[in-house]
């Protein structure tokens, strides 16, 4: 009887556990479409002068 419950515990855990999985990648997915919609899309082309930021190297002094 003892191994009947843990079997049950076990198995409700993997489906939380899952649950919880798929919860998260709803969630991640819908930031993500949240995000996109606000990034504007930058394309350039080669000659095309841009301004490089270093920020490892603005770091040093």
Same mark, same amino acid.
């Given at each position: ?5 843990? $079997?049950?515990?076990?198995? #409700? ?13 709803? =969630? /991640?997915? @819908?930031?993500?479409?949240?995000? $996109?919609?606000?990034?504007? #899309? ?13 920020? =490892? /190297?603005? @770091?040093?002094?």
């Amino acid at each position: 009887q003892l191994q009947v419950h843990i $079997d049950l515990i076990m198995n #409700k855990l993997q489906q939380v556990q899952l649950k919880a999985q798929q919860n998260i990648e709803i =969630a /991640q997915q @819908k930031q993500k479409e949240k995000h $996109d919609k606000h990034v504007k #899309k930058i394309s350039f082309n080669i000659g095309d002068k841009v301004l490089l930021y270093r920020s =490892a /190297q603005a @770091k040093i002094h």
